[in-house]
């Protein structure tokens, strides 16, 4: 596993993990957990998450072969060219 995909799977798990605090937060009636769950998820947007994000955009810009995101898009979209059927008149 490359550098870039390994930073993009943690961006993703850190993302993941700051949605569950946030389900958490409206799933419960306690007011102090609701409130524990929704500071939980703020801080992990704002303290992991951000400048995760951030750091990723630098490693992309000074690493081009790191752009996981783009490269995976790309080969998406050239499987599903060579999938679809040509249409003859």
Request: aromatic residues 6%.
């Amino acid at each position: 596993m490359t550098v870039g995909e390994k930073l993009h799977q943690t961006l993703a798990q850190a993302e993941s993990v700051a949605a569950n605090l946030k389900s958490f937060a409206l799933d419960t009636q306690d007011q102090q957990a609701k409130a524990m769950y929704s500071r939980m998820a703020e801080a992990m947007e704002n303290e992991i998450i951000q400048p995760l994000k951030s750091r990723v955009n630098y490693t992309e810009s000074q690493e081009p072969q790191y752009r996981v995101y783009q490269q995976a898009q790309q080969q998406a979209s050239q499987g599903q060219q060579k999938n679809q059927p040509t249409m003859r008149t």
